[in-house]
Nanobody, 128 residues
Framework: EVRLMETGGGTVQPGGSLTLSCAAS????????ITWIRQAPGKGLEWVST????????FSSDSVLGRFSIRRDNARKTVTLQLDSLQSDDTAMYYC?????????????????????RGQGTQVTVSS
């Protein structure tokens, strides 16, 4: 059974930082892209960042580029999303998802609802 569990959310002031972690099990972790998505209150799913199986290549949305960074530890089956310079627009539930198999990622998924292998999410609230 595929399992993903996000931790590390919380409430911070604008300009603050958080470190989100995703622990995975139930599949061959180092064969898959891992993608973070988020959902703000009353809004749809938004792609945040994706990291390739080897951990060398990653992609991030323009809205977080330069502020968020993603990395993975294949030995520990974890993915970390470092959130810096947080803004109120970053307030959302953050999910890590099991994305495409190695070599099969075709860019940002057109339908993020198809990323069904995901955890329960971790809430990030940015407020003064």
């Amino acid at each position: 059974e595929v399992r993903l569990m996000e931790t590390g959310g919380g409430t911070v002031q604008p300009g603050g930082s958080l470190t989100l972690s995703c622990a995975a099990s139930g599949f061959k972790f180092d064969d898959y892209y891992i993608t973070w998505i988020r959902q703000a209150p009353g809004k749809g799913l938004e792609w945040v960042s994706t990291i390739a199986p080897g951990g060398v290549t990653s992609f991030s949305s323009d809205s977080v580029l330069g502020r968020f960074s993603i990395r993975r530890d294949n030995a520990r089956k974890t993915v970390t999303l470092q959130l810096d310079s947080l803004q109120s627009d970053d307030t959302a539930m953050y999910y890590c998802t099991k994305d495409a198999f190695s070599g099969e990622w075709n860019g940002i998924p057109k339908d993020l609802t198809k990323l069904t292998d995901r955890g329960q999410g971790t809430q990030v609230t940015v407020s003064s």
